[in-house]
């Protein structure tokens, strides 16, 4: 540095230092003595660089599908762009790509297609059902067990990792075969219509499933606490009156053997 910094002018230092780092100014150049080995922007090189650098990192481990759709060349660039867009502010680089899907989803070019968003969602929450707390789920038994009268108060608990979205692409599909495509760019086909999708960690292993649309229904109802025999209501629209009961029984206990189930009370 050239010379001591007077106390008043630390934040406005450390201002100009943020925005070389962030490639939105100069300015601080002027503050660095240049050595007989090398000039002042060689000097500060490792630290602009070297920032941008570990959150690409950062990024590219946590958004593989994004990474494989867009190409390596186009991912830097959007990393970069975000980069300067969202400077880090979480103490931990683990949660530091959490707006990325926003920040496709408004930012041109890449608003112009939704696909990378839909990608950048999917991806991120696997991320989160990963970090989720473990769970034991409740095992089929213990719901078999139940009396009959049980089942007018009965509400459920989903496992913490459970993740629910609905893509316009075949996203999913897509992200499955990432590993295959080599250098090619990973194409990623439109759904005929929107698709609901489930996302959850039962052990050490996210899995992820489309659901049909009454299926949607049960679980969001689920999700949202509400006891049996309104989740039962849930159905009427798709399966009727008669067949609801026998369709929700079902269904819970396809996902209580699935692991998407954390317990039930009454």
Known sequence: ???????????????????????????????????????????????????????????????????????????????????AAHPSRHPSVRWYGRGLADFLAATSPWNGSPTLGEMAQFEWLLGEAWDAPDCVPAVAKALIALPAEAWETLSFEVVPSLRCLTLGFEVPQAWGRRAEVGPAPLVVAPAPAPVPWVIWRPDLECFYRSLEADQA??????????????????????????????????????????????????
């Open 1 to 83: 540095m050239s010379g001591a910094v007077a106390p008043a002018s630390l934040a406005a230092l450390q201002g100009a230092f943020r925005d070389y780092l962030l490639g939105r100014s100069n300015a601080f150049l002027a503050e660095v003595s240049e050595s007989d080995r090398a000039d002042r922007t060689t000097l500060l090189g490792v630290y602009h660089e070297g920032y941008a650098l570990r959150l690409i990192e950062v990024l590219t481990a946590d958004y593989p599908g994004l990474h494989a759709t867009v190409g390596a060349e186009s991912f830097d660039s959007l990393a970069r762009a975000y980069i």
């Open 217 to 266: 229904a049960l679980l969001a109802a689920l999700v949202a606490g509400l006891p049996f025999p309104e989740l039962c209501e849930s159905l009427v629209g798709f399966e009727g009156e008669g067949e609801a009961v026998a369709r929700a029984a079902g269904l819970l206990r396809a996902w209580v053997e699935a692991g998407m189930i954390a317990g039930f009370h009454r």
